[in-house]
């Protein structure tokens, strides 16, 4: 202890580790974050889609996913300014309404659009489709400005963060109070229950379509969502493959994605595409983040698809710990 | 169903694909108690190594394991594939699927019969994913397969049995081959549809993965399965063109007008 603050050594500076971090440090915690990577956000989180939609995952995850993340939109509006809280779409091309409907058997909080309405909201998909899901109460983020910015944050708040440092000897973590492991698939050793599931994405440049909010595009065998980003940025992920090879993206892959972007826009056939990727999610067998505890050693691991939705309020779990209930 | 001198513990296949989560397959796999699960190898297969985990998990399920070959186009494709199945699940089963098109996955049907051959040659039992045309059953059994595996309807569309006429005609031709209808099974009723055909096992994936509660439909697959076989057994009545009453009317009281 420092007085009366706890100090904490958090490794790994991904979405899980830079959102505890701010969370503990917030609570009064003594922070220091260290990072293995070149830099922040070294590993999945770096890739990911930065949608905040708890009702919308509802659809492939259990309850408590949509459960725990209600207040998450409201954690990273409070802590991140390029937050955006303009809903979420939902839409499948005509030979795929079926799977419209299933998604909304599946899911709560949403209104049904027709076009007049799918038209009012994203002017540049007027007369595109028939009907639309909208999940007003959803919202997104830009995953690598969000966690920049939570990297600037800590440091106003005092924290130590140290990037491009090697995991520190146990003996030398003895001289925290408490140790939080948020290092995902690197973390693994630890972890037998862990496995890595592959997702890869695109960006791409496209000045000609404006979106305000995320659309999901449904698809029988693989739902696609498409993010706007600033500067008339695209992103298009993910694929989920039950893989832990990480070789760049595959043909496959990159032809899905992009037919998903010709599929809600043709202007997209002239987009320029900026970046592919393709990252490993850590993932428990549930598919759900966990928190667990042994000694003074706390794990938050399992993002998933959930790093930035699920983060605060696991976060939150972890500082229960900490500062005791 | 006994394959290849195996006797299978239940007349249910189930697919490993798509479920939310692991530990939902595993669920899935517990209620429906299956007989063996197939597992595809071709996505995961960058590297023997990539796939690992996902693939032990299914070992871990403890139920014979069918590797499949889905996704393979050419008779290249799926033999290496077959090989790496053999490698990575220590089995000599293969549940040979060679794509022909792309819209409703039908099996290229010569690619089929020609990798059925190298397969067998090698040593491998093959579990092939056909349609219901007698010819290819027929160059499937003379190419060393001892099960064929028609389809119901395209896989993952959940239609049920396309062809009745198509499947009666080809369990009756081949009355000593232990035949499974593979994909296109929607519902329970669709398989007991097939035993009542007169077939000998079902395979199905998409039916409960991408059901709204896996478990349960799972659960729903087992008991279908079940009364599938007791009704076939039990030598079901035959269709009539007039009503027959079931109690007869002769000697009932008439109150006349």
């Given at each position: 202890m420092t007085g009366e603050r706890p100090t904490v050594l958090i490794q790994g500076a991904g979405v899980s580790g830079l959102v505890t971090a701010v969370t503990l440090a917030e609570r009064g915690a003594v922070v220091t974050l260290v990072e293995?990577?070149?830099?922040?956000?070294?590993?999945a989180s770096w890739f990911a889609g930065g949608m905040l939609a708890p009702w919308c995952e509802a659809e492939a995850a259990p309850a408590e996913v949509t459960r725990d993340s209600r207040d998450s939109l409201d954690w990273w509006a409070g802590h991140v300014?390029?937050?955006?809280?303009?809903g979420s779409l939902v839409v499948a091309p005509p030979r795929d309404l079926p799977e419209l409907a299933r998604f909304g058997r599946r899911t709560s909080h949403y209104e049904t659009l027709d076009p007049a309405a799918i038209a009012a909201l994203e002017?540049?998909?007027?007369?595109?489709?028939?009907r639309a899901l909208f999940f007003p109460q959803e919202g997104h983020v830009d995953p690598r400005r969000a966690l920049t910015h939570l990297e600037a944050l800590l440091e106003a708040q005092g924290a130590m963060v140290r990037i491009g440092c090697p995991a520190p000897d146990p003996r030398d973590t003895q001289e925290y109070d408490w140790t939080v492991d948020c290092t995902g698939m690197d973390g693994r050793a630890d972890e037998p229950s862990l496995r890595g599931v592959r997702g890869e994405m695109i960006l791409v440049r496209c000045p000609e379509v404006t979106l305000s909010r995320p659309v999901r595009m449904l698809h029988p065998r693989i739902p696609i969502y498409i993010v706007p980003r600033e500067d008339s940025l695209f992103m298009a992920g993910a694929t989920m493959v039950e893989s832990e090879d990480t070789?760049?993206?595959t043909v496959r892959a990159m032809s899905e994605l992009l037919n998903a972007l010709y599929t809600l826009h043709p202007a997209f056939a002239e987009a320029e595409i900026v970046e592919t990727n393709a990252g490993i999610r850590p993932a428990y067998p549930d598919n759900v983040p966990r928190v667990h505890r042994e000694g003074k050693r706390i794990t938050l691991n399992g993002m998933y698809r959930h790093g930035f939705l699920l983060s605060p309020a696991r976060a939150k779990e972890v500082a229960h710990i900490v500062f005791g209930g | 169903m006994r394959a290849y001198d195996t006797q299978l513990a239940s007349p249910l296949m189930l697919g490993t694909a798509l479920y939310d989560s692991p530990t939902l397959l595993a669920e899935s796999v517990r209620a429906a108690n299956p007989g063996a699960i197939t597992v595809s190898l071709r996505r995961e297969?960058?590297?023997?190594?990539?796939g690992q985990s996902f693939w032990s998990l299914v070992r871990g399920l403890d139920v014979p394991v069918l590797p499949n070959t889905a996704g393979c186009h050419t008779v290249r494709e799926a033999v290496t594939t077959a090989q790496m199945a053999r490698e990575v699940f220590e089995t000599d089963w293969i549940k040979l699927e060679v794509i022909g098109q792309g819209d409703l996955l039908q099996p290229d049907v010569f690619a089929l019969v020609e990798a059925a051959r190298i397969l067998t040659d090698e040593g491998f039992k093959v579990f092939p994913y056909t349609t219901e045309d007698l010819v290819v059953a027929e160059r499937l059994l003379r190419a060393g397969c001892e099960v064929l595996m028609p389809w119901g309807a395209p896989i993952g569309s959940g239609r049920g049995l396309n062809n009745p006429f198509g499947l009666r005609a080809l369990r009756a031709h081949f009355p000593d081959i232990p035949m499974v209808i593979d994909a296109g099974i929607g519902r329970p009723s669709h398989a007991v549809a097939a035993f009542e055909l007169g077939y000998d096992a079902i395979l199905i994936n998409t039916a409960v993965a991408k059901a709204g509660n896996p478990v349960s439909m799972a659960r729903a697959f087992r008991q279908a399965c079940e009364v599938g076989l007791e009704a076939r057994a039990a030598d079901p009545m035959d269709e009539r063109d007039l009503a027959v009453p079931s109690t007869p009317t002769l000697g009932k009281a008439s109150f006349g007008a």
């Open positions: 293995a990577g070149p830099r922040i956000g070294s590993g300014p390029s937050v955006v809280s303009n002017p540049d998909l007027a007369g595109r489709f028939d070789r760049g993206i | 297969a960058a590297g023997l190594q990539a």
